[in-house]
């Protein structure tokens, strides 16, 4: 009979523990439109619109989901939370060294990204930025 107890208790606490776990993951669905070609890490994009989903875990990282939509293009990260809010205007930011663009933060109204990159793509001195602006609901 014991054991038995202790076989539910621990059942018990597991389905508690995955609650709050499933609980802590927040998503946060933006939309660019992006006027010029770009890269994320070593993956290249043409311009386009994109939802950019951030899937939160509450542990200084997300998982960044780039969707092209009718382009097809699909892309998923982890990134890392920096601190830095956008503040009122929530926006893309791409280091640019010649005619490449490649993204390096996500600004949103909450939170700031770092996207992974490379130390060159990160001392690049010119930065452009796309604003962005909330997903419409797909049905």
Do not use: C
Not at 30 to 54: C, H, Q, W
Not at 105 to 133: E, M, Y
């Amino acid at each position: 009979m014991k054991r038995f107890i202790q076989f539910f208790s621990f059942i018990a606490l597991a389905l508690v523990f995955s609650a709050v776990s499933a609980q802590a993951q927040s998503t946060t669905k933006v939309e660019a439109e992006i006027p010029f070609d770009f890269n994320v890490g070593d993956t290249k994009f043409s311009a386009g619109t994109y939802e950019i989903r951030l899937v939160g875990s509450g542990s200084g990282t997300a998982r960044l989901v780039l969707d092209g939509g009718d382009k097809g293009d699909v892309y998923s990260t982890v990134i890392l939370r920096d601190g830095t809010p956008a503040g009122e205007q929530a926006k893309l930011v791409f280091a640019v060294s010649g005619d490449t663009r490649t993204l390096l933060t996500i600004k949103t109204n909450d939170a700031g990204f770092t996207v992974p990159a490379t130390r060159k793509v990160r001392s690049a001195t010119i930065r452009a930025s796309v604003s962005l602006k909330k997903a419409p609901e797909r049905s």
